[in-house]
């Protein structure tokens, strides 16, 4: 008589084990990895272009982490972090002027003729608002990686190859 009981018990149990299941799955982040190789370039080129004022000898070195490509409509939205520096070239070598670390930020992109255009961007706000923001602008797994640490590398690694630097 007991087991009668049990299997309606066990059986609602399965059912939310494997809805909950689906979900977090149906709600992980991809990153199609075509769609992020082409639209990297026109991404960096924005973000250099609106980090601050450079001179002939002064560059915005940045890379980046996609956390997420979120295809909508027929534009797709890239969530993505980002660490940039300002560098400057002394002498031989190369000085660091300033810079930022971990600014999570979504690009709204459109594929053209030519390659993928920049829509817009969005940037996550600073302070208290930060996970608010970072919440609001990727999808629930996204954030969490977000929130949890997900860093590109460190601009360093690639800056004396935007100076034309071995």
């Known amino acids: 008589m007991g087991n009668v009981k049990r299997w309606p ?6 059912v939310v084990v494997a809805a909950a299941t689906w979900w977090i799955v ?19 080129e924005h973000l250099r272009a609106n980090s601050g004022s450079g001179g002939a000898e002064i560059r915005w070195v940045c890379t980046q982490k996609v ?10 939205k890239i969530g993505l972090v980002a660490n940039c520096d300002e560098v400057a070239k002394e ?26 255009r920049v829509l817009d961007r969005r940037v996550a706000e600073d302070g208290a608002g930060y996970s ?20 590109p590398d460190d601009p360093g690694t690639v800056s ?5 630097l071995p």
């Not at 018990?9 to 399965?14: F, K």
């Not at 991809?30 to 026109?42: F, S």
């Not at 956390?67 to 534009?75: K, V, W």
């Open 9 to 14: 018990v066990l059986t609602g149990v399965g």
């Open 26 to 44: 149906d709600e992980m982040p991809t990153v199609d990895e075509t769609v992020a190789r082409e639209a990297l370039p026109p991404i960096d």
């Open 67 to 76: 956390i997420e490509t979120r295809p909508d409509g027929d534009q797709v």
């Open 91 to 116: 002498g031989d070598g190369l000085v660091t002027l300033g810079g930022f670390r971990r600014q999570p930020m979504v690009y709204r992109v459109e594929r053209t003729p030519g390659g993928y």
């Open 132 to 151: 608010r923001s970072v919440k609001a602008m990727f999808s629930w797994v996204g954030a969490r990686r977000v929130i949890d640490g997900a860093s």
């Open 160 to 164: 004396r190859a935007a100076f034309g």
